[in-house]
């Protein structure tokens, strides 16, 4: 069972995701504006309290400007462990260069790099405490809506439905927006078949490839996304056209870059298209503009 954590401690994580979410500068004006709130702040509120024994006004004004310097060296002490987590977080998803390099991660170093990957599409990322929230990992926040995340980071085996379903359950229970499977490998067909009856996103190995490549920073120029196909579906798949990063729409039901297609057959045959490069577990696609 995960051990309960103190006020202290929820307001310290708190304020330690605080300054992962927001630019780096403004750590210095909220450590500045912890000291103001203890140092004066506090102080003339205390006036309006009325004396009480040994509870005085001067006493309160006295004891809050004594812990003025302790709260703003605690902050700025959260504030450099934010900073320095944050940027081995960033090494970490600019340094993952194949699907290899995620599989031999630890499940700890899983977790980082898709709170990373999502902090880079925009999302504003908490973390729960182990245990809590039915097995939510994250929970994700971006116009409004909440999205839950659950990772697995499963090196030789597929994750059931059982995992998907559970997720489903408490994604109503909370009256999220959208809850996500992200998976270091594969989903089993039956938990493929209930993602798409439930509208549970499920983001595979190479999808989650897909989606992490175009994040990286690096100074090289912007790469091409392939896809390999498996020769089992060679023969009904379309033809994939290498395309450059930077312009790649997400797949509206994944949020997985997507890939340039080309129709093989039927009545939009050598017509160009996007497509999931979760295919064929994802079938979403979208019209190129």
Not at 116 to 127: D, I, K, T
Not at 248 to 269: D, E, I
């Amino acid at each position: 069972m995960a051990r309960r954590q103190s006020e202290l401690e929820s307001l310290l994580d708190g304020l330690k995701q605080l300054f992962r979410e927001v630019p780096w500068w403004t750590g210095p004006p909220v450590i500045a504006l912890i000291w103001l709130a203890f140092y004066v702040l506090v102080p003339g509120a205390s006036k309006l309290v009325p004396d009480a024994g040994l509870v005085t006004s001067d006493n309160l004004s006295r004891l809050s400007r004594n812990l003025a310097p302790i709260f703003a060296l605690a902050a700025g002490a959260v504030w450099i462990v934010a900073l320095y987590q944050k940027l081995i977080d960033r090494n970490r998803l600019d340094n993952q260069s194949d699907p290899e390099s995620i599989r031999t991660m630890s499940w700890l170093d899983f977790e980082a790099l898709l709170a990373e990957a999502f902090r880079r599409h925009g999302y504003a990322v908490r973390a729960t405490p182990s245990g809590a929230d039915g097995g939510i990992d994250y929970i994700l926040s971006k116009d409004g809506a909440e999205t839950i995340v659950q990772a697995k980071h499963w090196k030789a085996r597929s994750v059931g439905v059982k995992v998907v379903r559970e997720l489903h359950g408490v994604r109503a229970a909370r009256n999220a927006n959208e809850a996500i499977v992200v998976s270091s490998g594969s989903f089993t067909r039956d938990a493929r078949r209930f993602a798409v009856d439930s509208g549970v996103r499920l983001i595979n190995g190479p999808a989650l490839q897909a989606m992490l490549t175009p994040l990286r920073r690096e100074s090289a120029p912007a790469r091409t996304q392939t896809e390999p196909i498996s020769p089992a579906i060679a023969d009904r798949a379309p033809t994939l056209v290498p395309t450059r990063a930077d312009k790649v729409p997400l797949c509206p039901r994944c949020n997985a870059p997507m890939v340039q297609r080309t129709a093989r057959r039927g009545p939009s045959a050598g017509s160009s298209f996007w497509g999931c490069p979760a295919y064929p577990q994802c079938c979403a696609t979208r019209p190129i503009d």
